[in-house]
């Protein structure tokens, strides 16, 4: 177990979420405080030469010099088991205005997997590293190629194999994720072996994986000795993690977001989306935040089930005037 000082301040980052941190998501939560570095969903490469706008659909923040409105800066992630198509991909999507890579090579995702892509590619620790070398040469130096693993596919027994291949390839930044592709999301996090990612390893980690609280940050930070870490999952569910994980570290207090707060995040959220995707999905992505946003909030669930029934606007609409309204009277 490893050391840290109580007052270092960390490095906070967004982990990647297909289908759940878009680029709304991540400007709203990045303006909220704390996060440093954001990362895209996955750029799904194969042989094809994408076009600048397959870049911008998922990463429209090219167009604003790699950041969100708020300043915060943005990898573009790629996934795909071809090396020559990961560089040749690389190089357009730094054409088309990213300033960093990250690729995925911890998706575990049957569809990906079953596709050369994700952590299948954990199984080949030569093909980590031929693909991060790849990248890497093929863009410009001061572009940093950054890669996430979990701890292995089918165990954790390759985890020290796999992040050295992306050592050994260039990368200038691990992610880890506790676990292996079986292991899916299922407690517990294994922090352990990070933290002998990081003792082995002379570029830096960050740690991922089951840190939901102060309590779960602090004790992450002890077994890995780890600075910087990777909030997914419990960013959505408490989306000033990041501010308070920062405020305990400089010993300074910081009261939590209330449910009204939340609420007004999440009305924002929806009046941007709204006209985004088709009538018969109308609220979906509320619903989704909410699954979340329930495993800290109780008035979360509350809210889940005044709204899960109904698709049209005036419902959810009213619901959460009703909401918004309880939360100002307070």
């Not at 050369?116 to 890497?136: K, N, T």
């Not at 165990?155 to 050592?167: G, K, P, V």
Request: overall charge positive; some cysteine.
């Amino acid at each position: 177990m490893t050391q840290v000082s109580e007052s270092a301040q960390p490095r906070i980052y967004q982990a990647p979420m297909e289908g759940v941190i878009d680029h709304h998501v991540r400007a709203l939560l990045s303006a909220i405080g704390g996060v440093d570095i954001c990362v895209t969903e996955f750029v799904r490469v194969t042989h094809t030469r994408l076009p600048r706008r397959v870049f911008l659909r998922l990463c429209p923040e090219l167009d604003q010099d790699a950041a969100t409105p708020s300043g915060t800066p943005v990898r573009l992630q790629l996934l795909g088991g071809n090396p020559e198509s990961m560089a040749v991909n690389a190089v357009r999507a730094v054409a088309a205005g990213a300033r960093a890579i990250d690729l995925n090579f911890g998706c575990p995702a049957k569809t990906v997997n079953n596709s050369d892509g994700g952590a299948c590619l954990l199984q080949s620790p030569h093909r980590v590293e031929a693909i991060v070398g790849a990248v890497r040469r093929a863009v410009p130096a001061q572009i940093p190629v950054t890669a996430k693993i979990r701890l292995g596919f089918n165990d954790r027994s390759a985890y020290l194999d796999n992040a050295r291949a992306a050592e050994n390839g260039g990368a200038s930044e691990l992610a880890v994720h506790a676990r292996s592709k079986v292991d899916g999301y299922r407690p517990p996090a294994y922090w352990e072996y990070i933290g002998d990612i990081r003792q082995q390893l002379s570029i830096p980690v960050v740690a991922n994986g089951d840190i939901w609280t102060l309590e779960e940050f602090r004790r992450c930070r002890e077994v890995t000795g780890c600075d910087a870490f990777m909030f997914g999952r419990s960013l959505l569910a408490r989306p000033d993690i990041a501010l308070q994980v920062k405020a305990f570290c400089a010993g300074e207090q910081y009261t939590p977001m209330s449910w009204h707060r939340v609420a007004a995040l999440l009305w924002d959220y929806y009046c941007i989306t709204k006209n985004e995707y088709p009538a018969k999905y109308l609220g979906n992505r509320i619903k989704q935040w909410l699954a979340y946003l329930k495993l800290a909030y109780p008035e979360a669930q509350v809210f889940f089930e005044e709204i899960k029934r109904h698709r049209e606007a005036q419902p959810i609409e009213a619901a959460f005037a009703r909401t918004l309204e309880l939360g100002a009277a307070a």
